[in-house]
């Protein structure tokens, strides 16, 4: 079992921008592609953006692309999202998650992922 504790999220104006982080403990961190999901009132949880075990390959939701950017250090068993020019859109409590093994890269739904953070929310005003 591994556990996930996220933090960096906080209430900014929009065009601003947050690093949310993500501390790992537990089974080997470093074989497992993560993922960054988010979840606002009223909504279903819904697929920020997934990074491969080397960091070498990413994959963003739509909303994100071109704004956010997911990165990690397996030294230091951390994950990490850079959200620049952030929206009031963007308003949610993000959470990391590990990616189920066999998963295959295009399944990015909650259900392929587990192994859930508490979360850290992030409020953007306009």
């Known amino acids: 079992q591994v556990q996930l504790v996220e933090s960096g999220g906080g209430l900014v104006q929009a065009g601003d921008s947050l690093r949310l982080s993500c501390a790992t403990s537990?089974?080997?961190?470093?074989?497992?592609?993560m993922g960054w999901f988010r979840q606002a009132p009223g909504k279903e949880r819904e697929f920020v953006a997934q990074i491969t075990w080397s960091g070498d390959n990413t994959y963003y939701a739509d909303s994100v692309k071109g704004r956010f950017t997911a990165s990690r250090d397996n030294a230091k068993n951390m994950v990490y999202l850079q959200m620049n020019r952030l929206k009031p859109e963007d308003t949610a409590v993000y959470y990391c998650a590990v990616k189920k093994p066999r998963m295959r890269w295009w399944q990015v739904g909650p259900a392929d992922f587990d192994s859930w953070g508490q979360g850290t929310q992030v409020t953007v005003s306009s």
């Open positions: 537990g089974r080997t961190f470093s074989t497992y592609t």
